[in-house]
């Protein structure tokens, strides 16, 4: 049974920086695409970041470039998920999701991911 489960959610200043990560179990979590999404209070799920099986190829949303480091540690089986310059519209619940079906790059379409984890919530305050 595949299991996902996120950590490292908080309260945080903005500014400041947390990583989260995603611990699986359950899957060779090698052969999988992870992804990362978020859903704010009100508002829809959306696409936050996703790296391939290898690692290699890398996606983030707009919103988030150049602040936010998604990565993966294939040996660990975990994901993980740096952000930095944190802004109070980054305040979401944030969950990571597998893939089993992609076998290059990734995908930002929650549709397409086959395993979620419960979430952890990230609070930025102002």
């Known amino acids: 049974q595949v299991h996902l489960v996120e950590s490292g959610g908080g309260l945080v200043q903005a500014g400041g920086s947390l990583r989260l990560s995603c611990a699986a179990s359950g899957l060779t979590f090698s052969r999988y695409a992870m992804g990362w999404f978020r859903q704010a209070p009100g508002k829809q799920r959306e696409f936050v970041a996703a790296i391939s099986r290898s690692g290699f190829s890398i996606d983030y949303a707009d919103s988030v470039k150049g602040r936010f480091t998604v990565s993966r540690d294939n040996a660990k089986n975990t994901l993980y998920l740096q952000m930095n310059s944190l802004k109070a519209e980054d305040t979401a619940v944030y969950y990571c999701?597998?893939?089993?079906?992609?076998?290059?790059?990734?995908?930002?379409?929650?549709?397409?991911?086959?395993?979620w984890g419960q979430g952890t919530r990230l609070t930025v305050s102002s």
């Open positions: 999701a597998a893939d089993e079906h992609r076998t290059y790059g990734s995908s930002r379409l929650g549709a397409d991911y086959d395993y």
